[in-house]
């Protein structure tokens, strides 16, 4: 794991942006993998503005979203499908019927998931998923205890997941109670993986994941077993860290304090 801290939210979302611009740029028609809620909104806000200076061409980019509400449609404001068009795809050339994001309305949840999985392997697999964590170690909808073996499969969310989209929505009630998620085999069959954290509500889930020991009730401990892994986080996210301290760890992850900014593109 590399693992990259940077002193603001700005930073971090301008670098992991950087790593997606440069896996774009080494292939063109790169299958990816991408995650909603608040953390990855500065990177998608940089990715537009590469794409507006003339930098970056979607036009071959294939995407699959990590997972959606079950029970809205997408034209529902609070779908994933609607986030994405809102934060990255309406601003940029990607060609819409390279872009995949579970049907939350699926009646045969099990085919809906099935096909899913065939539509990743058919695109040739991930060739880099960004992810956020959840304050509860989750990464996409994947909650504690989850089996590391899943593939895309429909999850109850858990209590502290509610809480915490609750500010997404007017009240907790109107909070999905199940989704549509990629597994962790399926995270963990991407050859590369971005993850990102920012803010000290993070730090726990952070510290237990790098540091901790791969267990399913911090699935993304899990992350500690992947040979292509860079974590970008703020100062916040990162207070818990303390490599030094921790000989074992710091042979499985190479910690980069105050990263030098990658030159602006
Ligand atoms: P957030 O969600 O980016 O809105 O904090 C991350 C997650 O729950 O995976």
Redesign the pocket.
Known sequence: MKVHIYDNYQQLSTQAAQCVAKQLKEKKASVLGL?T????RGMYAELVRFYKAGKLDFSSVTTFNLDEYYGISKENKHSYYYYMRENLFQYINIDIKNVHIPNGLAENVEEECLRYEKEITGAGGLDLIVL???RNG??GFNEPNIQFETMTHLVRLDKD?IK?NTRFFEKEEEVPTTAISMGIKTIMQSKKILLLANGRDKASAIHKALLGKVRPDIPASILQLHNNVSIFLDKEAARFLSPKKDKTKRLRCAFDYNTTLISEM
């Not at 809620?37 to 990855?40: D, L």
């Open positions: 995650a809620g608040s953390t990855p956020g964590i959840g989750h990464i997941t915490a």
